[in-house]
């Protein structure tokens, strides 16, 4: 069932206005769409859907980057954002709500003994660097290759390593923005993934220096690459050993296939942990969590300065308990999973019919799509091997038929997609039912 774009008349109005005021007209660099070479301009979203300004309506694949995964403008969301309001928009104050948020995130993540509240994914990694720096005493930080962990110049290297520089062991640090100090990349020891070689001679060469280990445990920055579960086992002894912090990046795994994360479907438990998005269910809020001994680093025990003015802001604080709340009713994770799964399912499907060469790597409610790639994707070499015409054909496809598959254009790295708890079976089946055009174009 063929739909396309009605009109754009609005959004090229916007378009020229954005470019007068924005560099590039846009509020952030990734919003940028290559596919149709402006942003999206959206007037609203609700539940699964989003509606841009000219009234095209989309079947919503990108979900805020993750953060919306329950959907947009879901009412128990609203209404305790409402009550959050209602008590002032307080920001730098303790409430029972703050005490409450914290003993449920104690509460449903494994590895969690004490939480300190953040605002953004970016902030809380660049907090849990801190505490694993003052924790041991040491400075340089193993990263591992196309893993991201937010837009701070102590990590922002390595998520688009040039082909050229790919290696089976250490490789060097790339920056991925221009302004980023070139030392800040001594600081770095990057490696490759799912490589317990390469990491443990990696961790031989460097373990006095380590102040930690961070990781997607569950890299859906590189479309949905989980570490292999020995991979992740000998990370934990071999870091324990040498105490060397563990830190699990869950900012995008975090609450996507159950209450406690990637760590407690992989069943390894970091130190430290960082989570946001879909904690906040799109209101801003992130978390550090971790051991109390690693934990109490923090002032005003330790002598670790983490704090700002708007952390655990009370509408987002109220939103996040909310979201615990709604995640933690029974049945929440079978249902976003089995919705999750027909539509992976239904890709499967629809490769084989249309003779597409892919892979569709989904874990809970969030997947990668990878043309061209036959075998399972298990680092970053493999997961940039896709073949990005088929992807762009595959992007410009969905586009015309109101499937919003947001692309950051990188062409380096794939992206990831998912469902919400928003969608439902009849949703997936018309996506899948649009989508039959989309791959029957894609077979040349
Ligand atoms: N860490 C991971 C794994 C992420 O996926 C992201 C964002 O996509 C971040 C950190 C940064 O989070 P934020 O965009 O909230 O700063």
Known sequence: MARTMTSDRQAADLRQRALRVMPGGVTAGGRFN??????????HGDGARLWDVDGNEYLDYSSSNGASMLGHNHPRIAEAVREGLARGTMCTQETRSHVELCERICEVIPSAEKVRLSNTGTEATMAALRIARAATGRERVLKFDGHFHGMHDYVLFNCHTP???????????????????????????????????????????????????????????????????????????????????????????GFRMGLGGAQEHLGVEPDLSTWAKALGAG??????????????VLGPVGSVVVSGTYTGQLCSAMAALAALDVMSEPGFYERLNATAQRLYSGLDALMAQHGVVGRVQGIGARFGLYFGVTEPVRDYRQATAFDPEVNNRFLKGCVERGLHFHDFGTKMAPMHYGTTAAHTDEDVDLTLDRLQAVFAGLRA
């Open 34 to 43: 290559p596919v149709i070479g402006r942003p999206y301009y959206f007037d």
């Open 163 to 253: 082909e050229t520089a790919m290696a089976d062991q250490e490789i060097a640090s790339y920056p991925d923005s221009a302004g980023i100090p070139e030392r800040q990349g001594d600081l770095l020891v990057n490696v490759p993934f799912n490589d317990p070689g390469a990491l443990v001679a990696a961790l031989d060469r460097h373990a006095d220096e380590l102040a930690c280990v961070i990781l997607e445990p569950i890299s859906y920055n590189l479309g949905c690459v989980p570490a292999d579960r020995d991979f992740l086992v000998r990370l934990r002894e071999e870091t324990r050993r040498r105490g060397i912090v563990l830190i699990f990046d869950e900012v995008l795994s």
């Open 283 to 296: 209101w801003p809020i992130a978390a550090i969590t971790g051991t109390a001994e690693v934990m109490d």
